[in-house]
Protein backbone atom coordinates (compact mmCIF):
# COMPACT_ATOMS: atom_id res chain seq x y z
CA UNK A 1 0.00 0.00 0.00
CA UNK A 2 0.95 3.37 -0.46
CA UNK A 3 -0.15 6.50 1.07
CA UNK A 4 -1.05 9.84 -0.57
CA UNK A 5 -3.03 12.81 1.02
CA UNK A 6 -4.48 10.90 3.33
CA UNK A 7 -5.32 8.45 1.75
CA UNK A 8 -4.36 4.53 1.37
CA UNK A 9 -3.67 3.52 -2.58
CA UNK A 10 -3.26 -0.46 -3.42
CA UNK A 11 -1.02 -1.07 -5.66
CA UNK A 12 1.52 -3.70 -7.46
CA UNK A 13 4.96 -2.99 -9.14
CA UNK A 14 7.52 -5.62 -10.37
CA UNK A 15 9.79 -5.47 -13.28
CA UNK A 16 13.11 -3.66 -13.35
CA UNK A 17 14.41 -1.00 -14.89
CA UNK A 18 13.03 1.73 -17.62
CA UNK A 19 10.83 2.43 -18.97
CA UNK A 20 8.23 2.38 -16.41
CA UNK A 21 4.75 0.95 -17.49
CA UNK A 22 1.67 2.75 -15.98
CA UNK A 23 -1.28 0.40 -16.40
CA UNK A 24 -4.93 2.61 -15.39
CA UNK A 25 -7.71 0.67 -14.85
CA UNK A 26 -11.31 1.36 -16.76
CA UNK A 27 -13.94 2.25 -14.74
CA UNK A 28 -14.92 0.36 -11.42
CA UNK A 29 -12.11 -1.81 -12.40
CA UNK A 30 -9.72 -3.83 -10.32
CA UNK A 31 -6.24 -4.04 -11.07
CA UNK A 32 -6.38 -8.01 -11.21
CA UNK A 33 -7.84 -6.94 -14.89
CA UNK A 34 -3.95 -6.51 -16.09
CA UNK A 35 -3.55 -10.49 -15.29
CA UNK A 36 -3.52 -11.47 -18.44
CA UNK A 37 -0.72 -8.95 -20.09
CA UNK A 38 1.04 -8.38 -16.69
CA UNK A 39 3.42 -11.38 -16.67
CA UNK A 40 4.57 -11.15 -20.39
CA UNK A 41 5.70 -7.09 -20.08
CA UNK A 42 7.44 -7.17 -16.67
CA UNK A 43 10.83 -8.18 -19.01
CA UNK A 44 10.01 -4.37 -20.89
CA UNK A 45 10.55 -2.52 -17.32
CA UNK A 46 9.23 -1.91 -14.79
CA UNK A 47 5.27 -2.15 -14.34
CA UNK A 48 3.08 -0.07 -11.97
CA UNK A 49 -0.46 -0.80 -11.60
CA UNK A 50 -2.81 0.48 -8.89
CA UNK A 51 -6.78 0.31 -7.84
CA UNK A 52 -7.87 4.15 -7.76
CA UNK A 53 -10.26 5.49 -5.16
CA UNK A 54 -13.09 3.17 -3.84
CA UNK A 55 -11.48 0.11 -5.65
CA UNK A 56 -10.40 -2.40 -4.21
CA UNK A 57 -8.17 -2.05 -0.97
CA UNK A 58 -7.88 1.56 -2.25
CA UNK A 59 -10.02 4.28 0.38
CA UNK A 60 -12.89 5.65 -1.04
CA UNK A 61 -12.62 9.03 -2.34
CA UNK A 62 -12.61 11.91 -0.17
CA UNK A 63 -12.72 15.11 -3.32
CA UNK A 64 -14.36 15.34 -6.51
CA UNK A 65 -12.85 12.84 -8.70
CA UNK A 66 -12.00 14.91 -11.41
CA UNK A 67 -9.74 14.26 -14.39
CA UNK A 68 -7.16 16.78 -13.08
CA UNK A 69 -7.28 15.31 -9.74
CA UNK A 70 -6.68 11.56 -10.59
CA UNK A 71 -3.93 12.84 -12.62
CA UNK A 72 -2.40 14.91 -9.44
CA UNK A 73 -2.71 11.52 -7.08
CA UNK A 74 -1.37 9.25 -9.94
CA UNK A 75 1.69 11.51 -10.24
CA UNK A 76 2.39 11.31 -6.52
CA UNK A 77 2.09 7.65 -6.58
CA UNK A 78 4.88 7.45 -9.10
CA UNK A 79 6.70 9.56 -7.53
CA UNK A 80 6.01 7.93 -3.83
CA UNK A 81 6.99 4.50 -5.89
CA UNK A 82 10.17 6.11 -6.96
CA UNK A 83 9.97 5.45 -10.65
CA UNK A 84 10.92 7.94 -12.89
CA UNK A 85 9.55 9.86 -16.22
CA UNK A 86 9.12 9.34 -18.83
CA UNK A 87 6.21 7.08 -18.36
CA UNK A 88 4.21 4.62 -21.03
CA UNK A 89 0.70 5.24 -20.01
CA UNK A 90 -1.56 2.02 -20.81
CA UNK A 91 -5.27 3.03 -20.68
CA UNK A 92 -8.06 1.34 -20.48
CA UNK A 93 -11.98 2.92 -21.36
CA UNK A 94 -11.73 5.49 -19.01
CA UNK A 95 -8.08 5.13 -17.93
CA UNK A 96 -7.57 6.19 -21.73
CA UNK A 97 -8.58 9.69 -20.85
CA UNK A 98 -7.17 10.09 -18.00
CA UNK A 99 -3.96 9.04 -19.81
CA UNK A 100 -5.18 11.71 -22.29
CA UNK A 101 -5.25 14.30 -19.92
CA UNK A 102 -1.63 13.31 -18.26
CA UNK A 103 0.21 13.52 -21.55
CA UNK A 104 -1.57 16.76 -22.51
CA UNK A 105 -0.29 18.93 -19.00
CA UNK A 106 2.63 16.74 -18.21
CA UNK A 107 4.37 15.91 -21.88
CA UNK A 108 7.27 15.70 -21.03
CA UNK A 109 6.61 12.74 -18.31
CA UNK A 110 5.46 11.22 -20.78
CA UNK A 111 7.37 8.53 -23.52
CA UNK A 112 4.22 7.20 -25.15
CA UNK A 113 0.38 5.74 -24.96
CA UNK A 114 -1.29 3.06 -25.25
CA UNK A 115 -5.14 3.52 -25.19
CA UNK A 116 -7.51 0.04 -25.21
CA UNK A 117 -10.54 0.43 -26.20
CA UNK A 118 -10.50 4.07 -24.84
CA UNK A 119 -13.13 6.54 -24.03
CA UNK A 120 -13.13 9.62 -26.38
CA UNK A 121 -13.92 13.26 -25.22
CA UNK A 122 -16.75 13.30 -27.30
CA UNK A 123 -18.15 9.95 -26.58
CA UNK A 124 -20.38 11.55 -23.79
CA UNK A 125 -20.95 14.67 -25.53
CA UNK A 126 -22.30 13.81 -29.19
CA UNK A 127 -24.20 16.18 -31.26
CA UNK A 128 -26.92 15.86 -34.02
CA UNK A 129 -29.73 13.08 -33.31
CA UNK A 130 -27.15 10.34 -32.39
CA UNK A 131 -26.42 12.44 -29.47
CA UNK A 132 -28.97 10.91 -26.54
CA UNK A 133 -28.60 7.26 -28.05
CA UNK A 134 -24.50 7.39 -27.82
CA UNK A 135 -24.82 8.98 -24.29
CA UNK A 136 -27.27 6.71 -22.76
CA UNK A 137 -25.44 3.65 -24.50
CA UNK A 138 -21.96 4.87 -23.10
CA UNK A 139 -23.56 5.52 -20.11
CA UNK A 140 -25.01 2.39 -19.38
CA UNK A 141 -21.52 0.71 -19.59
CA UNK A 142 -19.78 2.56 -17.38
CA UNK A 143 -22.11 2.76 -14.41
CA UNK A 144 -22.35 -1.14 -15.08
CA UNK A 145 -18.08 -0.86 -14.41
CA UNK A 146 -18.35 1.73 -11.69
CA UNK A 147 -21.07 0.02 -9.57
CA UNK A 148 -18.26 -0.92 -7.31
CA UNK A 149 -17.94 3.39 -6.52
CA UNK A 150 -21.45 2.89 -4.93
CA UNK A 151 -23.12 5.57 -3.79
CA UNK A 152 -19.71 7.25 -3.12
CA UNK A 153 -20.86 11.34 -4.32
CA UNK A 154 -17.18 11.76 -5.45
CA UNK A 155 -17.06 8.67 -7.71
CA UNK A 156 -15.20 9.40 -11.08
CA UNK A 157 -18.17 8.34 -13.18
CA UNK A 158 -20.22 11.44 -11.92
CA UNK A 159 -17.32 14.06 -12.81
CA UNK A 160 -16.62 12.35 -16.47
CA UNK A 161 -18.23 15.97 -18.24
CA UNK A 162 -15.59 17.63 -16.00
CA UNK A 163 -12.98 15.26 -17.15
CA UNK A 164 -13.72 16.06 -20.44
CA UNK A 165 -13.55 20.53 -20.31
CA UNK A 166 -10.39 19.74 -18.74
CA UNK A 167 -8.78 17.93 -21.61
CA UNK A 168 -10.87 20.64 -23.77
CA UNK A 169 -8.68 23.50 -22.19
CA UNK A 170 -5.24 21.78 -22.01
CA UNK A 171 -2.86 21.82 -24.11
CA UNK A 172 -2.49 19.61 -27.33
CA UNK A 173 -1.76 16.16 -27.32
CA UNK A 174 1.69 15.79 -27.65
CA UNK A 175 3.78 14.19 -30.72
CA UNK A 176 4.50 10.39 -29.13
CA UNK A 177 4.53 7.30 -29.81
CA UNK A 178 0.69 6.28 -29.38
CA UNK A 179 -1.41 2.92 -30.13
CA UNK A 180 -5.30 2.52 -30.27
CA UNK A 181 -6.34 -0.47 -29.96
CA UNK A 182 -10.21 -1.15 -30.25
CA UNK A 183 -12.30 -3.62 -29.91
CA UNK A 184 -13.34 -4.76 -33.58
CA UNK A 185 -16.55 -6.53 -32.01
CA UNK A 186 -20.05 -4.88 -31.07
CA UNK A 187 -21.17 -5.06 -27.73
CA UNK A 188 -24.95 -6.68 -26.89
CA UNK A 189 -27.20 -4.39 -28.44
CA UNK A 190 -28.62 -3.92 -24.76
CA UNK A 191 -25.69 -2.33 -24.26
CA UNK A 192 -24.71 0.01 -27.57
CA UNK A 193 -27.16 -0.13 -30.04
CA UNK A 194 -25.44 -0.53 -34.14
CA UNK A 195 -25.61 3.33 -34.84
CA UNK A 196 -23.67 4.36 -31.47
CA UNK A 197 -21.25 1.37 -32.29
CA UNK A 198 -20.33 2.81 -35.86
CA UNK A 199 -20.33 6.36 -34.16
CA UNK A 200 -17.94 5.33 -31.19
CA UNK A 201 -16.00 3.38 -33.46
CA UNK A 202 -15.32 6.62 -35.80
CA UNK A 203 -13.96 8.64 -32.12
CA UNK A 204 -11.42 5.39 -31.63
CA UNK A 205 -9.97 6.43 -35.43
CA UNK A 206 -9.55 9.65 -34.22
CA UNK A 207 -7.77 9.20 -30.97
CA UNK A 208 -5.06 7.12 -33.06
CA UNK A 209 -4.94 11.22 -35.09
CA UNK A 210 -3.82 12.64 -31.93
CA UNK A 211 -0.13 12.13 -32.42
CA UNK A 212 1.70 12.21 -36.18
CA UNK A 213 3.60 9.08 -34.70
CA UNK A 214 -0.32 7.71 -33.74
CA UNK A 215 -1.95 4.37 -34.96
CA UNK A 216 -4.73 2.16 -34.72
CA UNK A 217 -5.24 -1.65 -34.31
CA UNK A 218 -8.63 -3.60 -34.55
CA UNK A 219 -8.73 -6.54 -31.67
CA UNK A 220 -11.32 -7.81 -34.19
CA UNK A 221 -12.09 -10.83 -31.23
CA UNK A 222 -13.10 -8.02 -28.79
CA UNK A 223 -15.36 -5.66 -27.92
CA UNK A 224 -14.09 -3.88 -24.66
CA UNK A 225 -12.25 -5.71 -23.47
CA UNK A 226 -8.96 -6.37 -25.24
CA UNK A 227 -6.73 -6.84 -22.49
CA UNK A 228 -8.63 -9.98 -21.60
CA UNK A 229 -9.89 -11.37 -24.66
CA UNK A 230 -6.94 -10.79 -26.89
CA UNK A 231 -3.83 -9.78 -24.72
CA UNK A 232 -1.31 -10.83 -27.13
CA UNK A 233 -2.69 -7.42 -29.47
CA UNK A 234 -2.13 -5.67 -26.20
CA UNK A 235 0.71 -7.15 -25.39
CA UNK A 236 2.26 -6.52 -28.72
CA UNK A 237 0.84 -2.94 -28.99
CA UNK A 238 2.94 -2.29 -25.59
CA UNK A 239 6.10 -3.67 -26.96
CA UNK A 240 6.10 -1.36 -29.77
CA UNK A 241 5.58 1.82 -27.75
CA UNK A 242 8.37 0.97 -25.56
CA UNK A 243 10.36 0.19 -28.88
CA UNK A 244 9.98 3.20 -30.15
CA UNK A 245 12.79 5.66 -29.98
CA UNK A 246 11.79 9.42 -31.64
CA UNK A 247 14.60 11.49 -32.83
Known sequence: MLHVNGQVVEYVMSGFGRPAIVLLNG?????????????????????????????????????????????????????????????????????????????????????????LDATHPDDDNLILKSEGLV???????????????????????????????????????PEIPLVVVTGGKRPPYWLMSEEAFKIRQAHQKALASLSPFGRQVIAEKSWHFPHISEPAVVISAIREVAGMHLP
Open 27 to 115: AGGPLVSWARIYPEIESLGTVFAYNRAGIGGSDRAAVPQTGEAIVSTLRCLLSEAKLQAPYILVGHSLGGLYANLFARLYPREVAGVVM
Open 135 to 173: RRSLRKMLTALDARFGNNKFGEVAFIAETVSQIGKAPSF
